[in-house]
């Protein structure tokens, strides 16, 4: 048997294997190469502990140690004795009633390409490749070994009808796309799997030194999960600490629970992310879940941050614009530059931290540098003629830029200019725009337009952190604006998703825009009025609620659903 590693390749006896003798073998490596035995003293002592009948058995052991004892003089020894007996196990364990287990977590960038190629028929046999092409490629396939190691587990090693318990990223229940095929709780097409119960940590860190989102779960071998599926929601008490090695007394003390339901949040598609609730808060949300009136979009991203963001320093009499690049912004070090551009490519920044609840506020300039129709970077002549100022400040950069793995990927070096950006598009120009934080732990939007840059109004741009719809009628966007920032529209991604991108429109049910509907045109005042008073929380509170009732009416909620949506959210957090 030959067994490919990042260390080799290591070919084991076949009589040692049928023998079952890999459990001796894997200990008498283990402490050879520690105690630094010679191959002779190996070899003795694997004559009288170990069968070999077989002539090449003996040749191929001393192989074996000589390749353990190579690494083991490197210092990459450590794991390869037990990695070989593991490799083995399936082989020679019977199946079992119960599997409980914590299984390693690391997403799919994060292995080796090696380790990929190897375990990729894995993966698509279990139905875990659920994306393809584009949705994949934009990050909507990212998965973790976990939902892997659970699936190859529940295979080997369960009865029919046997239980698994695993610790697992919590995020394998709620990710959109990327944990699609693992929601499939099926065996490829094979046997089913039934989730009993889930218990969800994510709250706090259970794990000392670990920043994850952690849950435990048990699921059942030849069954089909039948939904809601209970889910307990574990919360820190405030001021409590929960440590290591307490009990579990102890941690009960220091925590609360609520009793929950998850169920797919569209009916229709059970594999999509679960929704998290009380059964009388997610029976009341059915009234508005469905596909909005409107698309959305991600933010510029330009992969270079560094060059593309800048800060104004001087507005010259010529009308030249003195900027600084941020530098420090982005994981790459850039060299600071300070130089004039034209105001033409200089455009206000929101980043997903600028954007609050009913504001938005920019908080540097950008660089676009992108054709917003051709969705490529302009030409290079154009900008050589009418630009020369901005294009000798981006040529300070052109050789970081030609390496950026988005720029290769999407685009043709060749030909695409090289300060060519991503995720722009002539919705990113539009005067109106209702935008929310990507990576905010609730959703809370804000309409946002123009802003002065060197006493020209411009367009505000987001970036790729801040999520958007376009708009070009203003009380269009604070109708929309309303109904996001609602207490049903803001419980619906708390209680199924761990990322506020744009498909939370496939999700949250806004209609279009009618400005002869007393309702649309109540929640479009309401908004606006939010916007204004944001400084005013007693006055603020008294708008909020009232949007809240007109939410409610536009979707049919009775007020006793309201309520208790009002009372899931204090509850989620």
């Not at 034209?342 to 206000?348: A, G, K, T």
């Not at 830029?401 to 060519?420: A, C, E, I, M, Q």
């Not at 009232?546 to 899931?568: F, N, P, V, Y």
């Amino acid at each position: 048997y030959t067994i490919n590693t990042t260390a080799g390749d290591f070919r084991i006896p076949s009589e040692t294997v049928e023998t079952r003798e890999m459990e001796k073998l894997s200990a008498l490596l283990e402490e050879s190469v520690r105690d630094e035995y010679s191959a002779r003293d190996f070899l003795a002592r694997a004559r009288r502990e170990l069968t070999l009948a077989q002539p090449a058995t003996e040749r191929m052991l001393k192989d074996l140690f000589e390749t353990m004892t190579g690494l083991h003089k490197k210092k990459r020894d450590g794991i390869w004795a037990r990695l070989i007996k593991n490799a083995f196990a399936p082989i020679f364990v019977s199946r079992f009633d119960f599997v409980v287990g914590n299984p390693p977590w690391i997403n799919w960038e994060s292995l080796s390409q090696e380790y990929r190629e190897a375990t990729r028929r894995l993966w698509v046999d279990y139905g875990l490749f659920s994306l393809k092409g584009h949705a994949a490629r934009l990050g909507g396939g990212k998965k973790d070994l976990s939902m892997l190691f659970t699936y190859a587990a529940a295979d080997h090693y369960l009865k029919p009808s046997g239980k698994l318990g695993f610790v697992i990223t919590q995020t394998v229940f709620q990710t959109k796309g990327a944990g699609a095929g693992f929601r499939r709780f099926r065996l490829g097409d094979g046997d089913h799997l039934s989730v009993v119960n889930a218990d969800d940590m994510s709250n706090f860190q259970p794990f000392e030194g670990a920043t994850n989102r952690t849950a435990v779960f048990v699921l059942q071998r030849g069954r089909s999960t039948k939904y809601p599926v209970p889910y307990t929601l574990w919360k820190k008490k405030p001021n409590a600490s929960i440590r290591l090695d307490d009990t579990l007394d102890d941690a009960i003390k220091a925590t609360t629970r609520a009793n929950l339901f998850a169920q797919p949040v569209d009916s229709g598609d059970l594999s999509s992310p679960w929704l998290t609730l009380g059964k009388a808060a997610g029976k009341a949300l059915r009234k508005m879940i469905g596909a909005a009136a409107y698309e959305a979009h991600s933010g510029a991203c330009t992969w270079l941050n560094a060059a593309f963001w800048v800060s104004i320093h001087e507005h010259r009499p010529d009308g030249l614009i003195v900027v600084s690049n941020l530098n420090d912004v982005g994981k790459w070090d850039v060299q600071p530059v300070t130089a004039p551009v034209e105001i033409d490519l200089l455009y206000p920044l929101l980043r997903g931290r600028d954007i609050g609840r009913w504001t938005a506020k920019p908080s540097a300039y950008l660089i676009l540098t992108q054709d917003p129709e051709k969705r490529v970077g302009l030409d290079e002549g154009h900008m050589r003629q009418r630009l020369p100022k901005t294009y000798a400040f981006l040529k300070h950069f052109e050789q970081d830029l030609r390496k950026r793995s988005g720029y290769k990927k999407f685009f043709n070096p060749k030909t695409d200019p090289f300060y060519t950006i991503y995720n722009v598009g002539t919705y990113t120009l539009a005067p109106y725009k209702v935008g929310w934080a990507r990576e905010d732990a609730r959703l809370r939007a804000s309409v946002f337009g123009e802003a002065n840059v060197s006493g020209k109004m411009k367009p505000i741009v987001p970036d790729q952190t801040a999520q958007f719809i376009s708009f070009e009628d203003e009380a269009e966007a604070y109708f929309v604006c309303a109904l996001l920032n609602s207490s049903p529209a803001t419980l619906v991604p708390l209680a199924y998703t761990t990322d506020i991108t744009t498909h939370i429109l496939e999700i949250i049910s806004i209609p279009s825009y009618d400005p002869s509907n007393p309702t649309h045109m109540q929640l479009s005042l309401l908004s606006r009025r939010a916007h204004a008073s944001t400084n005013l929380p007693i006055e603020l509170v008294e708008i909020e609620h009232e949007i809240d009732e007109a939410a409610a009416e536009l979707w049919g909620l009775t007020s006793a659903e309201l309520t208790e949506i009002k009372r899931s959210l204090e509850e989620l957090g």
